[in-house]
Every structure is written in C-alpha cells, then in structure tokens.
C-alpha cells in the first residue's frame, strides 16, 4: 500500500469515526457502538470506501493486545485477593454456567462438540470496555452491581487467557499426525513462561530505571510500546497467543513502580487501535446474513440475550445479593463481548469452527452489543435521568504558580478549608470542575479558577510541581480517586489530604496509601453526638472523652476495614464482629463507674 492510499484510508476511518462516535454516545448507546457503525458504513456492507478488512482488523489486533497489557497491569496480587469471592465465585459460576447452557444450546442446533464449547465459552464473555463504559456514563461503577460487574468481567478476562492460549494447542495446527497434543510445543510454551518470569526479575526493572532516568518521555513511552510488542510476538513464536503475551507482560509489571506511568503511555494507544479493531468488526460483521436469515439471527441475538440476563441474575442471586443488585448485574452484562471475536477468529483458524458458524456468532454478538443501552434505558427510573452538562470551556489559564496550597473542588467542603486557610495569610489555588460554580463564586468576589484537577496540564499549570499541599475535596468519589492517581503518578512529592463522601470513598482513598482522610460528616456528627450526651445529663468532659475514645476507635477500625471492602461478605462479617467488640469495649467501661 503507497503512502496515498494509506493516507486515504486513514481519512475514511478518521471521518467515520468523528461522526458515528459522538453521535451515538450522544444517543446515549456508546462509543463501542459508535465505531462497529462507522466499521459497518464504509465496510463491505456501507458505502464500500473500505473492502479490505482483514487486513484492518489484522492490525487492529495490536488493540486487543494492549486491552490486555493493561489488564494485567490492573491484576495486583493484593486487588485479586480481596475480590475473590466475587471474582472466583459470581465470576466463575457465571462463565461455567452460562458457557454450559450455550454449548448445550449450539449442539443441540447442529454443531459439533469443540465447536458448540467454543461457542459457548466465547458468548458467555460480556463486552469490558462496553459495560465499564456504560457504567462510567452513569455514574454507577461504585455501586453495588457496578462493582460485582466489575469482579465478573475480570474473571471473564481472565478466563479468556487460557482459552486464547488453548486454541492453537488443541486446534487442527496444534495437533499431531496421530491427534494427540505436541508436548513439545507444550514444553516449549512452559520454558517461555519461566524465561519471561526470568526476565521481569533481572532485565525488565533495571531497562525501565535507565530510560527513566534519560529524562525523554517519547522514549519510555516507545520502550513501553517495545516491551508489550516483544513479548507479545515471543509467546506467539512458542506456539501461544499475541494477547497471552501481552496480558502476561501487564502482570509482570504490576507491583513495578512504574506501572501508572506505563498504563497512561500505553492508554491512549490503545483507545486508538482497540477503536480501529472494532472498526474492523463492524467491516467484517456479514450484514447479508441478516438479510437473507433475518429469523433466524434475530432469534439468536434474543436467546443469547435472554440466556445470559436469566443467569446472571440467577448467580448474582444465589451469590446472596439483593434483587436490585442482580438486575442491575444482569443488565449491564448481557451483551457478548470483544473477546468473542478474538476467540472466533481464532478457533476458526485452528479448523475448530466453520467460518460460517463465526460470520453468523460475530454478527449475532455485534446485534446483542445494542440490545444493551436500550435494556439499560428501559431499566432506569424515570428520577434516575442525569441532569444535561453544562457548555463545554476550558480550563482557566491564568492560573497562580507561587501558591503553597492547591484545593481541588470548592464546594461547601473545600470553601470552608480554603477560606481558613487564606485567613491564616497561606496562599491558596482553588480548582473547580464545575462551570455554573465557579461562575457563583467569582460574582462573590472568591478567587476561584475553572478546571478538572485530575487532568495533568491543569495540576502542572496551577503550580504543582512547586506546591506542597493538595487538599483533595472532590464531591464525586470518582473525580476524587483519579485525581489522587493523577497526583501520585506525575506529583509524589505532594502531601494529600482528602475529603471522602462515605466510608466507601475512604476506603478507596486509604488503597492508594492517603493516610490523611477526613469524612466529611464524621466529626460534626460526633460534635452532635457529645452535645446530644449532655442534654440527657451526662457531664461535659465525660461526654467529650466517651465520643473521643468512639472516634479514635471507628477510626482504627476504618483502617482495618480498608483491607476488605471489596469484597461484601467478608466486610459484613468483619464489620460485626468489629461492632461486638466495641459494645463489649464501653459494656465493660459502664460496669467500671
């Protein structure tokens, strides 16, 4: 392909990206959506603009492979452990017994039985980055069913893993004149993995240390690049996957202490290319199935939709959880997902699936992706509406470099901090993301500038690179937790205090190592607390020690809590005990007067 017809293509798919993307995130059915449109407008089945997809979606797969370096990059030891039950458990019993009732299903309706597993396997997955997104666009990836979605789709990662490894094993390449397993390639695989492990030890760290250390950002972020494209092509020389690969790479790198500074470098990356593979997808869905077995695909895509919402309500409600809970799981997770694709492509090669078998699963899982924002819909309360965004601006620019203090978020929380501390005669730099906000404070004569504090640019330009105190009092626990990451990763010599909504955000707050964090009603529901003791006639300073020795107490047992919170069960029982305790603590104070 000559530079001209590369630039041209690129033009196709830059123009349909920047209309069918915003269009339908604007009708509320997400970017994911948005590019399998574009993929399907100038693809085969559109205008034709573009006719070689395979070539596309062979690129693109670099995408997939970067989904899953940062996946790995997420799958800290510690995270997995405190998410187990959820993970193993709803996560496990999900992909099993959703993967058996299909499997079932595909060989009921004629397919032989590797190709019925693989199919089941594949369409129990649900869509990562489409259901994490969705739950983003409503605030709802800290709710109950947003965080068990979460503990699920990272089990449904996981368990893709060994799939993506196994297909080329057991496929018709990966097979022996006799139709028994290559050990060799086994070994060979296994040796590979030890090597790799080896690698991240002795090489892996020390590499990163000296890029750092040269000080050229464009450079760490091309020997991050060299990094996942190395390992990945090596596992895919052993016999074993370009995903595998990568995957394994992100969690060999997720104790390392550059693992934040590699997810941003690579993250925009991989929103480019994951973009473009769904793109690909939207080429290579075969729409003249629809036309000529409209029936049929239809009832497919509403019996995969209507097998995974029965189940994953099922688990989530065996699991103990509360039925609004299970809903809400099943909903969000009802779709098919990208691994689906990776996974038919795959098994397709390996002579496990007729290729017409994948056209039709690629396209029943493309159609599923849409049911998904319209359940959702239909699922909201009416009072569950978010309120329309103000008009978009950029952040102020004439922000004060000499300041000691920035205050991110100026609300009731962050004024009150702020103003004691400009009394005191410390200089102070509030941040505020919200428009109609600042625009009210500013008639008031505040000194207040417009912006989103976690955004890098803003941080840098609002003197924080010579600032030496964020007080962090965001009201959306979200903005709060990004903010803190953004400070960490590009601003470690801040001291952070943070404000936390509830005990939740605390406990999040208290993960990425805050020791500073304040709740924001604690103490003025403990100031109530001692006056309510005095008006029923306890004295002033027994009051005042009863609910001191009560705060020092909740607090400890904040801390505590923090190492479990992830996962609901054991926070329940820890919690109660927690509680006995602390009846029994002031039960035996009370006997001693």
Known sequence: ?????????????????????????????????????????????????VTDYASTLHFAEIGVVLLLFVIGLELRPARLWQLRHSIFGVGGAQVLGTGSVLAALGWALGLEPPAAVLAGLGLSLSSTAFALQLLAERRQLTSAHGR????????????????LALIPLVGVAGLTADHALDWRRLLAALAGLAALAAFRRWLLGPLFRIVAAAGVQEVFTATALLVVVAL????????????LGAFLAGVLLADSEYRHELEADIEPFKGLLLGLFFMGVGMAADFGLLQRQPLLVAGLVLGLVAVKLALLFAVARLAGRPAHTALGLALVLSQGGEFA???????AAAGLMEPAVRDLLVLVVTLSMVTTPLLLAAGERLGARRPAAGPARDFDRDLPQENQVIVAGLGRFGQLVSRVATLRGIGVTALEANPEQVDFLRRFGAKIHYGD????????????????????????????????????????????????????????????????????TFHSSLHLAERLLARLGMEHAAARDFVQRFAERDEAILRAQQAHFRDEKELIAFTRQQAQELESLFEADRQET
């Open 148 to 163: 068990l979605a979460f503990a699920v789709l990272l089990f449904q990662d996981l368990a893709a893993i060994p799939l």
């Open 232 to 243: 990945a092509l090596a596992l895919d020389a052993i016999g074993l996957s370009m995903a």
């Open 453 to 520: 504090a976690s955004r890098t640019e803003l941080l840098r330009a609002a003197g924080a690179a010579n600032a030496r105190v964020l007080v962090l009092a965001i009201d959306d626990p979200e903005t709060s937790v990004r903010t803190a990451e953004a400070v960490q990763r590009h601003f470690p010599h801040l001291t952070i205090l943070a404000r936390a909504r509830n005990r939740q955000h605390a406990y999040r707050l208290l993960e990425l190592g805050i020791q500073d964090v304040v709740r924001e």
């Open 341 to 347: 694709f990776v996974l038919f492509g795959l098994g």
């Open 1 to 49: 392909m000559d530079v001209h017809a590369f630039l041209t293509y690129a033009l196709y798919f830059f123009t349909a990206a920047a209309v069918f993307v915003p269009l339908f995130r604007r009708l509320g059915l997400g970017a994911v959506l948005g590019y399998l449109a574009a993929g399907a407008a100038i693809g085969p089945w559109g205008l034709r603009l």
